[in-house]
């Protein structure tokens, strides 16, 4: 595709049920970003992918967030055990520079509401 | 860690004004900047990004400026116009694998 599509756009989750985002980025971007945004914030970094590998996951705020990019394209963000303060919209980011370092093409978005 | 802030928070002006938003940063070791618009329920769309060793660019009505010395960086609309009404984020990159540091935003309306 044109640009970087994720799915789904919304998502309604119970609190403890697990939830799959997808991120599916330019074609031959090397370089994968992960982002929440809070409402009213702006977007905080989760975790980057250089091809398959993880290079950072610092951002991920705790050990229910896992996120991952088997064949170095499609990436998923899962979290476990869903709770009210996840509530955000997920944001996928891709860059063609194999280090991070060039423009930065978001997608739409996915927004996830736990109730 | 690397803080972005940018002010105004907010801002409402009427149509065909031209106006400057802010940005600064707490470290300069930055490897690029990027402006970047909002618009309500949507994903980023980027606007202009300046490298660290350029002062400036210009993309239509919009130009951007940053010194990395004092921290800062500009985006200046010209001749506004109701369809600029959007947030506006600015974020830092220091290095690939930190991905960008954003800052809250402007909330820009302009009045018809």
């Known amino acids: 595709g044109a640009g970087v599509s994720q799915s789904p756009r919304y998502k309604v989750a119970k609190r403890g049920q697990d939830v799959a985002l997808r991120c599916d980025p330019i074609s031959g971007h090397v370089s994968l970003f992960w982002y929440q945004q809070a409402l009213g914030q702006g977007p905080e970094f989760l975790t980057y992918f250089q091809n398959e590998a993880q290079l950072d996951k610092s951002g991920l705020p705790s050990d229910r967030f896992f996120a991952e990019r088997p064949e170095g394209s499609v990436s998923t963000l899962k979290i476990q055990r869903t709770q009210q303060e996840d509530s955000a919209v997920y944001l996928c980011?891709?860059?063609?520079?194999?280090?991070?370092?060039?423009?930065?093409?978001f997608g739409q978005g996915t927004r996830l509401t736990v109730v | 860690k690397q803080e972005v802030t940018q002010i105004p928070a907010a801002l409402s002006v009427p149509e065909g004004e031209n106006l400057v938003l802010n940005c600064s940063f707490t470290?300069?070791?930055?490897?690029?900047l990027q402006w970047f618009r909002q618009d309500p329920g949507k994903g980023l769309t980027s606007l202009l990004l300046i490298q660290s060793s350029q002062r400036e660019q210009t993309s239509g009505r919009l130009n951007a400026s940053l010194d990395k010395s004092s921290g800062r960086s500009t985006l200046y609309i010209a001749a506004s116009q109701p369809g600029d009404s959007a947030t506006y984020l600015c974020?830092?990159?220091?290095?690939?694998?930190?991905?960008?540091?954003f800052g809250k935003g402007t909330h820009l309306i302009i009045q018809p």
């Open positions: 974020a830092a990159l220091r290095g690939g694998a930190d991905g960008l540091t």
């Open positions: 980011a891709s860059s063609s520079n194999s280090a991070g370092l060039a423009e930065a093409f």
């Open positions: 470290d300069s070791a930055i490897y690029n």
